[in-house]
């Protein structure tokens, strides 16, 4: 028949237990995620990504809303949003940074008008 050369097993049997070990490790991962859930551990907003949006013109949709809210975010506090409305220049919203699915800047031609 034919030979099984001994380098090929060995690179099997390390490609067999990186595998497990992969595995083992997102698993872990996975696990310590829900152990936090449980615990009521709550992730932070990333408020250093955030604070690059300050004075731009953002389209910030929120999970509980169907809408969200068009305006230029003005300041990053705690875990807080304080955002100008696009149509309103004296109104002021508060929104809590838990709740905000994504944000996205608007185009340029938006940018001066608020």
């Known amino acids: 028949m034919f030979k ?6 060995v690179i ?3 490609l067999i ?3 497990f070990y992969l595995n083992n490790n997102l698993y872990r991962k996975l696990r310590i995620t829900k152990r936090n859930k449980k615990r ?3 992730r932070n907003m990333p408020k250093e990504l955030i604070k690059e ?6 389209s910030i949709s929120i999970f509980n809303d169907s809408f969200g809210v068009c305006g230029k975010i003005v300041a990053v506090e705690d875990n807080w949003i304080k955002v ?9 919203k508060l929104i809590n940074g838990d709740m905000i699915r994504d944000i996205s800047v608007m185009p340029d031609k938006y940018q001066n008008k608020v």
């Open 12 to 14: 099997f049997l390390v």
């Open 84 to 92: 100008v409305p696009y149509k309103s220049k004296t109104e002021i």
């Open 53 to 58: 949006f300050i004075g731009k013109v953002c």
């Open 40 to 42: 009521g551990v709550k």
């Open 4 to 9: 099984i050369n001994s380098y090929v097993i």
């Open 17 to 19: 237990l990186l595998v």
